[in-house]
């Protein structure tokens, strides 16, 4: 059985009962960064070993993991923080075990862009998640589809680009939707910043102590 096991995104108290079961009871743990899975294991007292799975070896690792599962071992896949396959290595691997007829469970837990959206107090009733967007090539054609929708938006985006992203919002979406900036979530310095993007440029202007950690980007509908 494969299990895919999301793990906190800020706070180390984010996982349930199950998910710490799991992680201690399967035959190994593929992880995206085993050094920084090994900070929960060792938090929790769970001493499974771990193999590398990322984004630069899923492609090959993936037939290898399918034998294994196939020989009836259980195995969890975690990835950094939060739920694997959003944004993270996943989706490779639950395909293939589709399409092998393998078994396995995906248990719930936490994701940084819902804990945003609801934060954010934008409707969220309807929404699109866009996750990253492209950094260079392709990303003006996305904020033209992005234009386009109505309902809430959601981007993850690092710190190292939010002045731009707001730029963009104001250039591609107008000067006047609501723009949520929901920063280190869960975390001790957890803060929601809300306002125009005209407005949360120049705040972040005078609070370049703000533009950094890690970042969730809401967008009012029209
Ligand atoms: N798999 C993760 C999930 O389920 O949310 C997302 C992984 S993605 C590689 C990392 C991005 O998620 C960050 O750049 C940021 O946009 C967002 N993120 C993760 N943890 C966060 C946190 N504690 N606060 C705000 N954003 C966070």
Not at 6 to 27: F, K, M, N, Q, S
Not at 65 to 88: F, H, K, T, W, Y
Not at 116 to 130: N, T
Request: overall charge negative.
């Amino acid at each position: 059985m494969l299990y895919i096991v999301p793990t906190p995104i800020g706070h180390l108290g984010d996982i349930t009962h199950r998910a710490l079961e799991v992680l201690a009871e399967v035959d190994i743990i593929l992880a995206e960064d085993t050094r920084i899975t090994k900070r929960l294991l060792s938090r929790y007292d769970i001493q499974t070993s771990m193999k590398a799975y990322h984004a630069h070896n899923e492609h090959q690792v993936t037939e290898e993991i399918l034998q294994r599962l196939a020989g009836g071992e259980n195995i969890a896949l975690v990835s950094d923080a939060g739920m694997p396959g959003i944004s993270d290595p996943g989706f490779m691997l639950v395909r293939a075990c589709r399409a092998a007829d393998q078994d396995f469970t995906v248990l719930p837990g936490p994701t940084a862009f819902v804990n945003a959206l609801v934060g954010s107090g934008f409707p969220c009733d309807r929404f699109f998640f866009e996750g990253f967007l492209p950094h260079k090539k392709g990303r003006q054609s996305r904020w033209k589809f992005l234009a386009s929708f109505p309902h809430t938006l959601v981007l993850y985006e690092s710190p190292y680009r939010l002045m731009k992203c707001l730029e963009e919002i104001h250039t591609h979406l107008g000067p006047d939707r609501n723009v949520c900036v929901a920063r280190e979530l869960t975390k001790l310095h957890e803060e929601f910043h809300i306002g125009t993007a005209p407005e949360l440029t120049e705040w972040f202007e005078t609070h370049p102590e703000k533009v950094k950690g890690e970042m969730v980007i809401i967008i009012a509908g029209e």
